[in-house]
């Protein structure tokens, strides 16, 4: 902190406060010119295209860019490889920061055509407004099927962006590889599947009920192994211990992988013991986003379809 | 209380906490172990394979931490005569948190050998702070203790802006943050006991010295104890041994405080029976605990941190433990300096144009400063005129109009209460408004219309008034009880939240976003309302300007002079909670900025309580300006929230203000306090 300024700062109110603006006022002014001066310069530096899509949720925005439309701006689009990896976010995107607290001023900016959200931001809604058209489309519902949600949400993106045609090959694209991909393991001895991610060296977080990696499992023929009660966002977080009581299963970490975990576990006689270690029936995969919409579940079943067949005989 | 009572008492606790424990042992290890000893045929055995290798370890080392954690409360109490020291209010476990965090972040290769010695550096320091800070008052506890949960409310808020960056998914640091006591191997108990064996076998060498330190620092020097150096070792000690356990289980809110408070109240007299009590008061209550959290929550999809269920548990401790504290905070306030005399310079009719002119100059001047979409800075232009009035005026108004108030109260606070750390986020009012929208949003999911998250947020800033209130009624007002009646309800907030997020659920990471501060829903009729509630609360707080001068004084001298002193800081109180609950919503409860304006008001000079009022006002809104602008502008493309951003800001300046300016004494209201 610096403290002459303060203190000048403080002189500088003392000087105010018992004689006008007397002694301030030169500084003052000189102040005000110099910023009244750099004010009046033209605008330099803007770079960045006008119009297009802002889309705000990762979920939206790996739709579009699955159905070949390329957004002006995603959240977070700096971690886009992280978690959601393919489809690679094109090259021109810009990152609109962190989606719990939205940069407005760099959105306005973009003089975007239409912004896209999620229910998340509902209470964002009336300041997006006045940027540009908005619509919140909710990739998530608890009283409907996941992947037919989802499958909603593409026709409808597809109908803004005028892909209609594209998005009809698309999904139908993507139905015949589900479609494959769950006769390719039906060849196959088939065991139930627990879809889990490590949060830290102790936890894992389990997939059920209405989460995409679970819908994909079905879609795959496949059986979740993890049949306990799940969250309102379809996973729970448990002690890794609480693996103990699985049977004959199959164990599919989703990566990122926290970087102590195999140490961790290596330490762990129980772990050692239990049966889907023994028998090696565990291993991980590359990130899939677990919130994600059809192109992650296409992603997962295109992902988990070669590792299966390459571990069941 | 008789030697035989004396006696009688310990032996009862003691016992109903084995009873507990055994009965609790028993319906939650009664099935598995008869299993194991039946024995199975079976190749694969989970049951006993959970036994042996989750739940014994799981209890042990629930046991260790506990006993850990108590001891390093029982040393922290007795080198620093503070009855509520432990390692959650003196900043040990919020240190060690944030390194960790810090390190997971960051250097994650650090975590796989150097986990204990990452935590132990961070405990260090950040107890290290508090220490310094409060031994210019010969460690008076009061100034301890607020030094202490500040310092922990800081780190708290650095490892939320890690959790903001660079967390967005994986929620593991909230859930090693809240205390989870998960167990996959004998590794981590073995490791434990190793540290706190070594620990405790150091301990028990000191237990002579550590003693004599009870008869004060002169008598101990005069017998020959090396006080100084005693204490810094001692604190070392409680140090290692919470940061040890911190380090292999994460943050066990209040066990620390628990333990040795339950060995007090045992009648624990020589020291070296309060450490051994507090260890295995500590150990069973932390047993207690997880056996019931594991029997409840069982196999529901909820996952439950037993850490945060004793914070939870906890943090209500912490206020029935605040009338044992004896040291009272008092001394120069703020802008003291005209008090002596009771002569009120008349405020100079340029006064107040001259503060409304400089806000106004100075905040229209941040509004001018920007960034252009390839990141480089930027002078607003004409051009841009649209730009800075639909966006950055209404934050602006929001965070200026927001913080104004939040300094205002805090002067008024500080004068009423005569207590120079008082404020309205340390209060705990806010706290309530956020307890309340997080309770909310996670029993009504649906329920997103901004209308009901703030309706949501005055019922919670409404109860939490009301129990602070009644906390004051009853404990007469005295100042210091009610701030840290505040600050242990905004601890319970914390433990709330952090359970909240330890599900992993998104809304918990909106939730953290509205905790933070953040001036995303700024709109300009917010704005407006918040300036021209700062600007009317602001004259109807003028309204008092004489109690504001006399209160600070005392009830009694007010009283004796005409001013009805009850009614008058029933009716500032009043303000202030009306206050909190207009600003908590706009820029969340984590500002700093209703402690820390008042003093900066008192560095610009002296002035009458009329003029600081306005003063802290002026500068509460000039600072919060330059935090918004901040927020909006140094990590860009990322914006901040401007609540956590003037926190962070305002931080190190508190501690500053706290080691320097702010003139503590220490009377004690009886003998050997």
Redesign the interface.
Known sequence: MNMDRFHSAASLFRDCNEAGLSVGRRAFLSLLVSLFAAACAPPSGRTGTTGGIVVLDWALAETLVALGHIPAGVVAASDWSRFVVDPPLPEPVADLGLQQELNFELIASMRPDLILISPFLERLEPQLKRIAPTRNLSVYDPGEAVLARRIQIVKELAALVGATARAQTWLAQVEAELQRGSERLARLQKRPVVMASFVDNRHVRVYGGNSLYAEVLTRLGLRNGWTHEVGYFGFSTVGIERLARLGDIEFIAVEPVPVDIARALGQSPLWQQLPFVQRKQHGTIAPVFMYGGIPSARRMASLLTPYLESRWT | MTASEAGKTPMLLLGAALLAAAVLSAIYFAAPVGAALAGSTAV?D?ER??L???SLPRATIALLGGAGLALSGAILQQVLRNPIASPETVGISAGARLALAIS?AFF??L??FG?DLVAFAGAAISTGIVLLVSRRRQYSPLSLIITGLLVSMYCGALATVLV??KD?????LF??GSG?L????W?PTLDLTLRLGVASTVLALLVRPLSLMELGDDTARGLGVPVERMRVIAVALAVILAASVTSAVGMIGFVGLAGPAIARLSGARRFSTRLLYSAVFGALLLLITDLAVLIVAA?????LPTGAVTAILGSPLLLLLLPRLRGVVSGRLPGDGTMSTLEQRRT?E??LP?VVA?VM?LTG?LL?V?R???G?W???????LE?VL???VPRLLCAAGAGGLLAMAGFVLQRVSANPMASPEVMGVSAGAILGVAVTSFLF?AM???LG?YGAAALGALIALLCVMAFAVRSSFTPERLLLAGIALTALVDAVIGLLT??????A??L??WLSG?T??A?LSLGLIAIIAMVALSALALLGSRWLTILPMGVVTARSIGVPAVMAQSLYLLLVALVAAIATPIIGPLSFIGLVAPHFVH???NFTAQQGLLLSAGVGAVTMAVADTLA?TI???????TGLMSMLVLG??LV?LMARRVDYTDVGRGAGG
């Not at chain 2, 990590?635 to 929230?641: I, M, R, T």
Request: glycine content about 6%; aromatic content about 12%; some cysteine.
């Open positions: 694969y989970a394979l959970l042996v290798y989750s997971s994650p290769s975590l796989g986990r903001l960056v967005r998914y994986l929620v593991s859930i090693w989870s998960s167990q996959l191997s590794q196999e529901s999809a909820a996952f100079s340029r006064f001259c400089t100059l001047l001018l920007g252009l979409p390839d480089a930027s002078l607003a232009h004409w051009a841009s730009q639909s966006w950055r999911p997103t219309s901004p998250i330890a599900t992993g659920d998104p809304r990471v909106m953290l976003s953040s995303n829903g709109s560095a610009l000079g909006r990590a860009f493309p990322l914006q901040l929230p190190p300046f500053y």
